[in-house]
């Protein structure tokens, strides 16, 4: 577990030299980046970033690969203008840093893109993914907002819902076995707890090897050891998003 002057083993990882595909908007008061397929389609995803935030281009790049499958994907700055965490940061200072940032209270911001997508973009189907803080607010949406379809959980921090389960929609939950954050303990009573629970179509994964972050944080390139997992779990997240939107 990580220790308690880093309470988050959260790193960067490979950060992606990456510029997007698409564009920034603004939604009511929330700025966005969306991008969109080549194709029209009433099929979008929000994705919620980690606490990195909705710049980092690492998750512009997962926004690109939803879109390039076809769907219509959006990632708004769930912090609302508070600032992203930084690796100059001082972990010490995280859990105070956290406490405004709460990934269970992130409902206005979700009822206006949804009503953005709906309107704006045409959009009828919509599911969601997150990364870590945006892996637990995946789980939050998923056991309170009836206007989604499905979601995915990449490394979401189970801590935050330990308590809840009765999920609304499908929901696949990916998570690597050597996550500093998320013991697998934690793992293993998710999908005891969701057995006994849940109503609906549910899926925890975890990929050998794998550290925290591994599908968005991870070049390929150069982690070859690691580079079938990376793919495996974003065709994984792809092929969920396809079989329920």
Known sequence: ?????????????DRFDYEGCGQEVEVEHIKAYVCKPAASTDKAVIVIH???????????????????????????????????????NDWASFDDWLKTRNA??????????????????????????????GGAAVQHLMLKNPHLKTGVSLYGVIKFFE????????????????????PLAQVTLLEQK??????????????PGQTHGFVH????????????????????????????L
């Open 1 to 13: 577990m990580a220790n308690e002057s880093r309470p988050c083993p959260c790193d960067i990882g």
């Open 50 to 88: 980690d606490i990195f935030g909705w710049q980092l281009p690492n998750t512009r790049y997962m926004a690109d690969m939803l879109a390039a499958n076809g769907y219509i994907a959006i990632c708004p700055d769930f912090f609302v203008g508070q600032e992203a965490w930084k690796l100059s």
């Open 104 to 133: 269970a209270k992130i409902d206005k911001e979700v009822d206006a893109i949804l009503k953005y997508l709906r309107e704006q973009c045409g959009a009828k189907k919509i599911g969601v993914i997150g990364f870590c803080w």
């Open 163 to 182: 308590d809840r389960y009765s999920l609304l929609h499908p929901t696949f939950f990916i998570f690597g076995e050597k996550d500093d954050i998320i």
């Open 194 to 207: 969701l057995k006994q629970n849940c109503k609906v179509d549910y899926e925890v994964k975890v990929y």
């Open 217 to 244: 944080r991870k070049r390929e390139d150069i982690n070859p050891q690691d580079k079938p997992y990376i793919e495996e779990g974003r065709k994984d997240m792809i092929n969920w998003l396809n079989k329920y």
